[in-house]
T-cell receptor, first 111, second 116 residues
Framework: GNSVTQMEGPVTLSEEAFLTINCTYT??????LFWYVQYPGEGLQLLLK?????DKGSNKGFEATYRKETTSFHLEKGSVQVSDSAVYFC??????????FGAGTILRVKS | GAVVSQHPSRVICKSGTSVKIECRSL??????MFWYRQFPKQSLMLMAT?????????EQGVEKDKFLINHASLTLSTLTVTSAHPEDSSFYIC????????????FGPGTRLTVL
C-alpha cells in the first residue's frame, strides 16, 4: 500500500539554525509528493510539491527534492525563524485525488 | 488563498449522543469535500470523499452509518457522528476542492471531538 513516514518531533531549534525534517514513502504507483504546514489554529496549507523524480519544490525558503532512488522527500531550510514554528506534514498522492499523510512533525523555533 | 472554515472548533458530548460538524468553503465553490480523522501523533486518515449532490464515497473500514456525510450545497458539507462513543474522540479535519484534485485542496482548521 501507500504510506508516508516522517521523523518524530518535536524538533526544537534556535533561530537561524538549519532545518531538516526527514520523509520517506512507499507507493504502489508513481506518486506526487507534498509538504503541508499547519500554523496554530489554522488549516493545513500546501507548502511545496514535486511531481517527478529529481524535481525540487521550494517556497518561503523551504526546499525538498524528490529522490526516487531513496524514496525520500526531506524538507530543508537554511535558516529558520520563530514564525516557522508549526506542524509539518509530508504527503503523497498516486491518483491525483487522494492524499496520504505522514504523522506530522512539530517544529519549535526559539528566539 | 481559498478559505475553509469548520464549526465547531471543539465539542464535548456525552456517550450516545450525535454530533454534527460543519465544513464551509467561504470564497469558492467546492465540488468535492474530503473528511479526515487524526489520532494523536498519527497521520491524517481519509474517511470519505463527497461530491456535491451525490452520496459520499467512504474509505475501507469507515462505517457509513456511523459517520453520516451530507454535501448538500457547493459551499457546505456536514459530518454527523451518530451515537458517539469515547473511541470516536478525535480531531476531524475537512478539506474542499473546486476541481477535486489534490493540487487545489484547501483545509479547514479542524474540530476536536471529545466523547465522555
Amino acid at each position: 500500500g501507500n504510506s508516508v513516514t516522517q521523523m518524530e518531533g518535536p524538533v526544537t531549534l534556535s533561530e537561524e539554525a538549519f532545518l531538516t525534517i526527514n520523509c520517506t514513502y512507499t507507493a504502489t504507483g508513481y506518486p506526487s509528493l507534498f509538504w503541508y504546514v499547519q500554523y496554530p489554529g489554522e488549516g493545513l496549507q500546501l507548502l511545496l510539491k514535486a511531481t517527478k523524480a529529481d524535481d525540487k519544490g521550494s517556497n518561503k525558503g523551504f526546499e525538498a527534492t524528490y529522490r526516487k532512488e531513496t524514496t525520500s522527500f526531506h524538507l530543508e531550510k537554511g535558516s529558520v525563524q520563530v514564525s516557522d514554528s508549526a506542524v509539518y506534514f509530508c504527503a503523497l498522492s498516486v491518483d491525483g485525488n487522494k492524499l496520504v499523510f505522514g504523522a506530522g512533525t512539530i517544529l519549535r523555533v526559539k528566539s | 488563498g481559498a478559505v475553509v472554515s469548520q464549526h465547531p472548533s471543539r465539542v464535548i458530548c456525552k456517550s450516545g449522543t450525535s454530533v454534527k460538524i460543519e465544513c464551509r468553503s467561504l470564497d469558492f465553490q467546492a465540488t468535492t469535500m474530503f473528511w479526515y480523522r487524526q489520532f494523536p501523533k498519527q497521520s491524517l486518515m481519509l474517511m470519505a470523499t463527497s461530491n456535491e449532490g451525490s452520496k459520499a464515497t467512504y474509505e475501507q473500514g469507515v462505517e457509513k452509518d456511523k459517520f453520516l456525510i451530507n454535501h448538500a450545497s457547493l459551499t457546505l458539507s456536514t459530518l454527523t457522528v451518530t451515537s458517539a462513543h469515547p473511541e470516536d474522540s478525535s480531531f476531524y479535519i475537512c478539506s474542499a476542492s473546486a476541481t477535486g484534485g489534490v493540487n487545489e485542496q484547501f483545509f479547514g482548521p479542524g474540530t476536536r471531538l471529545t466523547v465522555l
